[in-house]
C-alpha cells in the first residue's frame, strides 16, 4: 500500500510544472524573498491592526513624562510631548504604506495608460508621450516632489500626488518597452489578421503579458514611495505634526539626537527595513518571472 502510494507521489513529482508552479516554487527556495514577505507581512499587520497593537494612541500626550527613556511602560521610549514612540512607529506604518500604495497606484494606471498608447499606436503619439517622459525623468523625483508640495502646500492627498507625478515615466516607459516587443509577435498578428479590436488586443493580450513587469516595479516604486514620503516629512512638507510619519518622526527628534539618540532610530529603522522588505520582495519576483534566473 505504501508502495503505491510512493509510486503515485514520484509520478506526480514527474509531471510537468505549469509557469505559475514553477515561479511559486522558484518564490519558496528565494530567501531574499521570504525574509521581505516576511516583514511586509509584519508591517501590514501593523498598519492594519494598530488601533489593537498600540498601547497609546497615536496623539496622546503627557507632557510631564516627556522625553522618557525606554521602559516596559514605553518600549521605545516618549517625544518631547510625552507622546509614545513605540505607538507612533506602529502608526506610522499606516501612514506610510497608504502614501506608497496610493502614489503608486495613480502612477500605474496613468504610466500604464500612456504606456500602451505610445507602445501600441507609435508615431507621433509615441513622440511626445516619451518627450514629455524625458523631461519629468531628466528632474530628481524627490525635487520634483518639493517642488509641488510647496506650490499646493502640505497634506496627505498634496503629497501622494506629487510622488506619483514623479513615478508615472518610470511606469510609462517599463510598459511601452514590454507593448513594443509584444507588438511583434506572432500572436498579436494573427488577432489583428482574425479582424481583433485593438482594445481587445490590449485588454486579451498585451496587459496580460506585462504583468510581470508592472508587478516588479510597483513592488519597488513603493519602497521609493515610501523614502520620498518620509524625505518630504523630514524637511517639513509632509504632514501635520500630530499624524504619526516615520519622515516626521526623524525631523521632530533631531533636535534631541545627541541626548536621546531613541527618538530617531526607532522610526529610522522602520523605514529602512520597510524600503529593504520591497526591494527584496521586488528582486525575489524578478528572478521567479525570469526563466535565466530560475535554471542557475
Known amino acids: 500500500m505504501f508502495k503505491k502510494r510512493n509510486e503515485v507521489i514520484e509520478n506526480l513529482s514527474r509531471l510537468p510544472k505549469t509557469p505559475f508552479q514553477e515561479v511559486l516554487m522558484s518564490l519558496k527556495e528565494n530567501k531574499r524573498f521570504l525574509v521581505g514577505f516576511g516583514f511586509l507581512v509584519l508591517v501590514i499587520i501593523m498598519a492594519l491592526f494598530a488601533d489593537f497593537i498600540a498601547p497609546f494612541g497615536m496623539k496622546e500626550q503627557n507632557l510631564s513624562n516627556a522625553l522618557a527613556k525606554p521602559s516596559l511602560d514605553h518600549l521605545f521610549g516618549t517625544d518631547h510631548l510625552g507622546r509614545d514612540v513605540f505607538s507612533r512607529v506602529v502608526y506610522g506604518a499606516r501612514t506610510s504604506l497608504t502614501i506608497g500604495l496610493s502614489a503608486v497606484s495613480i502612477s500605474l494606471v496613468i504610466g500604464g495608460l500612456l504606456g500602451v498608447l505610445a507602445g501600441y499606436y507609435k508615431g507621433l503619439l509615441d513622440v511626445v508621450i516619451m518627450r514629455v517622459s524625458d523631461v519629468l525623468l531628466s528632474i530628481p523625483s524627490i525635487l520634483l516632489a518639493i517642488a509641488i ?23 510609462a516607459r517599463i510598459i511601452r518597452s514590454n507593448v513594443l516587443a509584444l507588438s511583434e509577435k506572432q500572436f498579436i498578428e494573427a488577432s489583428h489578421a482574425l479582424g481583433s479590436s485593438n482594445l481587445r488586443i490590449i485588454v486579451s493580450h498585451i496587459i496580460p503579458n506585462t504583468l510581470s513587469a508592472i508587478i516588479v516595479q510597483s513592488s519597488l516604486g513603493i519602497a521609493s514611495a515610501i523614502l520620498s514620503a518620509a524625505g518630504l516629512g523630514f524637511i517639513g512638507l509632509g504632514l501635520e505634526s500630530s499624524v504619526a510619519e516615520w519622515g516626521l518622526m526623524l525631523s521632530s527628534g533631531r533636535a534631541y539626537i545627541r541626548t536621546h539618540t531613541y527618538l530617531t532610530i526607532y522610526p529610522g529603522l522602520a523605514i529602512m527595513f520597510s524600503i529593504l522588505a520591497f526591494n527584496m520582495l521586488g528582486d525575489g519576483i524578478r528572478d521567479a518571472l525570469d526563466p535565466k534566473m530560475r535554471e542557475r
Open 149 to 171: 508640495v510647496a506650490s499646493f502646500g502640505a497634506g496627505m492627498f498634496n503629497m501622494i500626488v506629487a510622488i506619483a507625478i514623479g513615478n508615472i515615466p518610470i511606469f
